[in-house]
């Protein structure tokens, strides 16, 4: 299994998807989450009815984005 390591905050991140319970047995929503390796800050989240790797792949495009254009590039 690959190691990553950041000796910087923003230098490599991380995501997980987690399954959020409702009210209604047997119904989940889809915690997206995207993480700073370094700081372990969560740099972006969703939260979704279904999962599938669009949704996935669009949030981190998403964040990708939005970082990119607050730090000039």
């Known amino acids: 299994m690959p190691r ?13 998807i ?10 989940y929503l889809n915690l997206y989450v995207v993480l700073d ?3 372990r800050f969560i740099v972006a989240w969703m939260v979704s009815h279904k999962e599938n790797a669009a949704l996935a792949q669009y949030s981190s495009r998403r964040r990708w984005t939005a970082t990119a254009f607050r730090m000039g590039h």
């Open 37 to 39: 390796l370094y700081s």
């Open 4 to 16: 990553i390591t950041a000796r910087a905050a923003n230098e490599a991140w991380t995501w997980d």
């Open 18 to 27: 987690s399954k959020l319970p409702t009210r209604r047995r047997g119904v």
